[in-house]
C-alpha cells in the first residue's frame, strides 16, 4: 500500500491484537469511518490531511508549506553568491592585471564553466545519493562546501585562486538538484507541486536582483569607498565577503529548518506502544477496511484505501508517457534552457564591459543594473504569472512559448550588437526574464513527470547533469565566439547572440513534438 495512513494494530486475522484498554485515538479513528475517501494533503489553498480527525502529519512535522518556506529560504545565499558572480567575471579577469583584454573573454568564460563541469558528474552523485541518505544531509554538505569556496573568494588576488574557488563549489553544489526532489517529495498533487516549483524559481528570481545589485554596490570598495590597505588588489573581496555571510545564515537554516520527509512507502500501522510502523504489500483493502471499523463490504472506507494517495512524487492528474522518448525529449529542451541561459549571462556581461567600439564600455555597476532587469522580470512573472499561464496553455505550451522569446530576445541583442540606439536594452532583458520563467519552470514539471517510483532525486540529478554538461561548454563557447566576432569586427560581432537564436528554434520544434505527443497520450 501506498499511501499513509494510521491504523490500530491488527492480527493477521483482522481481530485486534491483545493489550490495554483501546486508547482513545483507535476509538476515533472507528467512530470516524466516514471521513473517507482521503484527498492530498499539502495543496497550498488546503489543509493537512486527517483520518478521523487525526493528522497524517505528525506532531513534530512541518507542514509543505513551511516546508517549501524554509527550504527555499535556505536556498537564497547559493543563488545570491551565484548571481553576484556573474556579472564581475570580465571585471575579475581583468582584475588580476596578468590577463590581456584580447583574451578575457577565454578567460571569463573559463570562470563561469568551472562551476557547472564538476556539476557532470556530481548532479547524478548527490541525486542518488539523497535518495538513499536523505536530502537534507546532502544539503547540509553543499552549503558547508560553499560556504568555504566564498572564503577562497574573499582572500583571492590570482585568477588560480578565482579558479579553484568555483570549481570546489562546483564538487557539492548539486543542492538546486536536490531541492527540486524534495519539493517534489513535499506535494503531492500538480497544483501544488506547480506552486512549489514556481516558488522556487521565484527564490532565483530573487537573489538574481539581489545579487547583482550587492555586486554594483560593493566592487572595488577602494575607488568607490576610499578604502585602503588590505583591499587593495582585492576588488571584489567586499561583496564576496558579504556572500560568505550569507551562506552562513544559509547552513544555519538548512540545519536546523530543513526536514526530511518520512518514509515514502507502506502505510503506517499503530502499534499499542504508540509508534508506527509499515504494513507490508500483502496487507489487504479489506483487512484496513475492517480495522477502521467499516464492513468489508462498505464502499466509502474500502475505496479510499484502494485509491492511495499517490508516492514517490508522481502527478496526481495527468501522468507523462515515461517511455524513452518521455524521458529524453523533457531534458533535451532543459537542455536548450540552460545553455541559452548560460550563453547569454556570459555574452551579455562582455558586450556591455567592453571598450567601445566593440562594446558599451558600461562600468560593474551598469552593467550588473542591467542583468537585474532580468532577474526583476523573473521573479514578478514567478510570482503572478506563471501559474496562471501554465494552467491555460499547459507545460508544453510554456516550453514552447519561453523558448520562442529566448530566440527573440537574442536576435534583438544580434541587432543591438551593430545598431546600439535601435532597440531599448531593458525592454529585451525583460523579453528575456520572462521566457525563462515560462521555459524553465514548465520543463522541471515535465522532467518531475518522468521520475520512476522511488528515484526522484536520481532523475533530477541525470537532469542537472546534463544541463551542468551544457552549462560547462556554453560559457566556453560564448566567450570564445564573443572574441573570434570581435577579432573580426563588424557584422560578425552579432554570431554570439545569432548562435542561440538557432538553437531556441531547434527547441521550439522539439517542443511542439511534445506537445503533439502529449495530445495523442
Not at 578604502?227 to 561583496?239: D, E, Q, S, T
Not at 502505510?267 to 509499515?278: A, D, F, H, N
Amino acid at each position: 500500500m501506498d499511501s499513509l495512513v494510521r491504523t490500530p494494530r491488527h492480527s493477521r486475522s483482522g481481530r485486534r491484537s491483545s493489550s490495554s484498554a483501546p486508547n482513545e485515538e483507535a476509538d476515533e479513528l472507528e467512530s470516524s469511518a466516514d471521513s473517507y475517501p482521503l484527498t492530498p494533503y499539502g495543496s497550498p489553498i488546503g489543509g493537512s490531511q486527517t483520518v478521523g480527525g487525526m493528522p497524517l502529519l505528525s506532531s513534530g512535522q512541518q507542514s509543505p508549506l513551511m516546508q517549501t518556506i524554509c527550504l527555499l529560504v535556505a536556498l537564497v545565499p547559493e543563488g545570491v553568491l551565484e548571481a553576484m558572480l556573474i556579472p564581475l567575471y570580465p571585471y575579475m579577469v581583468r582584475s588580476t592585471g596578468t590577463i590581456p583584454e584580447s583574451e578575457v573573454g577565454y578567460y571569463a568564460g573559463l570562470l563561469s564553466s568551472a562551476f557547472y563541469g564538476p556539476l557532470l558528474v556530481m548532479n547524478v552523485v548527490w541525486g542518488g545519493v539523497s535518495d538513499r541518505i536523505g536530502r537534507k544531509k546532502v544539503l547540509v554538505l553543499g552549503c558547508a562546501v560553499g560556504l568555504i569556496a566564498s572564503v577562497i573568494l574573499v582572500f583571492g588576488k590570482a585568477y588560480w585562486m578565482f579558479l579553484s574557488a568555483r570549481v570546489l563549489a562546483g564538487l557539492c553544489g548539486a543542492n538546486s538538484t536536490v531541492t527540486k526532489g524534495l519539493l517534489g517529495e513535499v506535494w503531492k498533487d500538480e497544483s501544488g507541486r506547480a506552486w512549489g516549483f514556481a516558488m522556487y524559481g521565484v527564490v532565483y528570481g530573487a537573489a538574481g536582483i539581489i545579487g547583482p545589485m550587492l555586486a554594483g554596490l560593493l566592487a572595488d570598495p577602494v575607488t568607490r569607498l576610499g578604502w585602503g590597505g588590505w583591499w587593495i588588489g582585492r576588488p571584489f573581496a567586499l561583496a564576496c565577503m558579504v556572500g560568505t555571510g550569507l551562506m552562513v545564515c544559509g547552513l544555519a537554516l538548512v540545519t536546523f529548518c530543513v526536514e526530511d520527509q518520512p518514509a515514502r512507502r507502506g502505510i503506517l500501522k499503530k502499534t499499542s506502544t504508540r509508534t508506527y510502523e509499515p504494513l507490508e504489500d500483502h496487507d489487504s483493502a479489506e483487512f484496513i477496511a475492517e480495522a477502521v471499523g467499516s464492513p468489508r463490504g462498505s464502499s466509502s472506507s474500502i475505496r479510499a484505501v484502494e485509491e492511495p494517495i499517490e508516492d514517490d512524487c508522481q502527478s496526481n492528474s495527468s501522468t507523462e508517457d515515461i517511455g524513452m522518448m518521455g524521458f529524453i525529449l523533457p531534458i533535451s529542451l532543459y537542455c536548450v534552457t540552460a545553455f541559452t541561459n548560460a550563453a547569454y549571462l556570459t555574452s551579455v556581461p562582455l558586450f556591455l564591459s567592453a571598450p567601445e567600439p566593440d562594446g558599451l564600455n558600461k562600468t560593474p555597476s551598469e552593467t550588473s543594473l542591467n542583468i537585474t532587469i532580468i532577474a526583476s522580470t523573473k521573479l514578478l512573472s514567478q510570482l503572478f504569472l506563471f501559474t496562471i499561464i501554465v494552467r491555460y496553455i499547459g507545460k508544453w505550451g510554456c516550453v514552447g512559448g519561453g523558448l520562442v522569446g529566448y530566440a527573440l530576445g537574442n536576435a534583438l541583442l544580434a541587432v543591438l550588437v551593430i545598431w546600439v540606439e535601435a532597440i531599448p536594452l531593458p525592454l529585451i532583458m525583460v523579453i528575456l526574464g520572462y521566457s525563462e520563467v515560462l521555459a524553465y519552470c514548465a520543463v522541471i514539471m515535465l522532467i518531475n513527470d518522468t521520475a520512476p517510483p522511488g528515484r526522484l532525486g536520481l532523475t533530477h540529478g541525470l537532469a542537472g547533469t546534463c544541463a551542468a554538461a551544457v552549462r560547462t561548454m556554453a560559457p566556453a563557447v560564448a566567450g570564445s565566439v564573443w572574441q573570434w566576432s570581435v577579432h573580426l569586427g563588424g557584422s560578425a560581432r552579432m554570431s554570439a547572440f545569432l548562435l542561440n537564436t538557432a538553437l531556441c528554434l531547434v527547441g521550439v520544434v522539439g517542443a511542439v513534438i511534445g506537445h503533439r505527443r502529449h495530445i495523442g497520450t
